[in-house]
C-alpha cells in the first residue's frame, strides 16, 4: 500500500513512519510547515513546528531511506485553528486546538492532499488504536492516549488512517527509537499550545483582541466583587487568577461558572456550582457505526485526559444530548463530548460532539 507518513519532528511520527516501512509500505515521509514564522514556535519543549523540528523529521527520513517532503500549510492552519481559536475565546468558549487541527489539517487537507497524489492511506503517531474492525480504540497508554481528539473524524478519513502505535506505551516507542538509531529517541515531547510558545494564553489573545474591562459578578450574592481586563481570559472553573476585591462571606475559594461576552461579565462562585448533570453538545459525528436512532448507555469524556463517566446519550437531529449518571466539575462549551463503548481490547469510540450547554 502506498501510504504517507505525517513527520513532526517528534519521536512518535518518526517511528510511526520505520513501522509502516517494516510491515511493507510504500512510505513517504511529509513534515507540515505551520508556522507562518517557524522560529516562534518553540521554547524548550514548548511549542513545535520549528525549522529544528523540520530538520529532524528530515533526518529521520534519512535514516530510514524514504522520500521526504515539507507542505507548506501555513496559511490553512492560521485561519482554520489560530483564528478559530481566538475567535472561541471571544465567544466565551474553550476551544481544543489540538481537536481542531487534526479535524481542518491533517485529516482534512493533508489526507484530502494525499488521496489526489495517489496515496492510499496517511499514517500518523498518534497512539489510538484502529482495530482489523475499523473501529478507533483508545491506546494501550493510558497516559497518552489520544482517541479524544481524534473522535472528530469521519468513518471515511479513519478508513484512509493508519496509527501504528497504540498497542505501544510511550517507553516502548522510545527504547524502539533508540534501537532504530533515530535521533529523536530522547526529544521532549512537546506540549501545550503548539503556536502559544511560552504558554501565555491570555497574553496570546489579549495581543489580539485587546483589553475590554469588565466586571466580576458573585452568583450567590449578585454583588461586582472585581474587574476584568477581559472575559477570554477566563475559563471555566478557574480559580487561580480571578484578583477579587473582596472575599465570598463564607470565605470559601471561588470559580469561573459562567462567562458572557454579550455583557462582557465573568460570573464567580462556590465549587459545588460547577456541578452539571446534563450536557448538551452540536455538529455529532459518528464513528463507531450508524448514527444511534434510540438512547444509548455508554461513557462520555468531555475534555483532553477529562474524567469518564457514564451517561445516557440521545440524538436528536444535529444535537446530542448526555444525561450524566454522576455530576462532573468544569464542563466548558467549546470542548467535545466524546461517547465511548467499554471493551475488554480497548473502549470503543462511538463518536464526538462540540459542547454547547
Not at 135 to 164: C, G, H, I, N
Not at 230 to 238: D, K, N, P, R
Request: proline share 6%.
Amino acid at each position: 500500500m502506498r501510504v504517507l507518513a505525517a513527520m513532526s519532528g517528534g519521536v512518535d511520527s518518526a517511528v510511526a513512519a520505520a513501522r509502516a516501512v517494516q510491515a511493507g509500505h510504500d512510505v513517504t515521509g511529509v513534515h507540515l510547515a505551520l508556522a507562518r514564522n517557524p522560529q516562534t514556535y518553540r521554547t524548550g519543549a514548548r511549542g513545535c513546528c520549528t525549522l529544528e523540528d523540520s530538520r529532524d523529521a528530515r533526518r529521520a527520513a534519512d535514516v530510514l531511506g524514504i522520500p521526504f517532503y515539507v507542505w507548506d500549510m501555513a496559511d490553512r492552519f492560521h485561519a482554520d485553528v489560530v483564528d478559530d481559536f481566538v475567535a472561541e475565546y471571544a465567544a466565551g468558549r474553550t476551544p481544543n486546538p489540538c481537536l481542531r487541527c487534526n479535524e481542518k489539517i491533517k485529516f482534512a487537507a493533508v489526507l484530502d492532499r494525499a488521496v489526489a497524489l495517489g496515496f492510499d492511506a496517511v499514517v500518523t503517531g498518534h497512539h489510538a488504536r484502529l482495530g482489523p474492525d475499523g473501529l478507533l480504540r483508545r491506546s494501550v497508554d493510558e497516559a497518552k492516549d489520544q482517541s479524544y481528539v481524534l473522535a472528530v473524524l469521519t468513518r471515511e478519513q479513519l478508513d484512509r488512517s493508519m496509527f501504528p502505535l497504540g498497542d505501544s506505551t510511550k517507553a516502548q516507542v522510545r527504547q524502539e527509537a533508540a534501537e532504530r538509531g533515530l535521533a529523536v529517541a530522547d526529544k521532549p515531547d512537546s506540549h501545550d499550545i503548539c503556536f502559544i510558545a511560552d504558554g501565555d494564553t491570555r497574553g496570546f489573545l489579549a495581543q489580539r483582541l485587546g483589553e475590554s474591562p469588565g466586571d466580576v459578578v458573585d452568583a450567590t450574592t449578585g454583588a461586582v466583587v472585581g474587574q476584568h481586563a477581559g472575559a477570554y481570559a477566563y475559563t471555566i472553573g478557574q480559580r487561580r487568577g480571578l484578583h477579587l476585591d473582596r472575599p465570598a462571606p463564607d470565605g470559601r475559594p471561588r470559580y469561573v461558572l459562567s462567562i458572557t461576552p454579550k455583557t462582557n461579565t465573568v460570573t464567580v462562585g462556590p465549587a459545588e456550582a460547577l456541578e452539571v448533570s446534563t450536557v448538551s453538545a452540536t455538529r455529532p459525528v459518528w464513528t463507531g457505526g450508524a448514527r444511534p436512532e434510540q438512547p444509548i448507555e455508554c461513557e462520555v469524556q468531555l475534555r483532553a485526559h477529562g474524567v469518564v463517566v457514564p451517561a445516557v446519550v440521545t440524538v436528536d437531529g444535529d444535537r446530542l444530548h448526555a444525561d450524566l449518571r454522576r455530576p462532573v466539575r468544569g464542563v466548558a462549551a467549546g470542548q467535545a463530548i466524546v461517547a465511548y463503548r467499554p471493551d475488554p481490547a480497548g473502549d470503543i469510540v462511538l463518536g464526538s460532539a462540540t459542547i454547547t450547554d
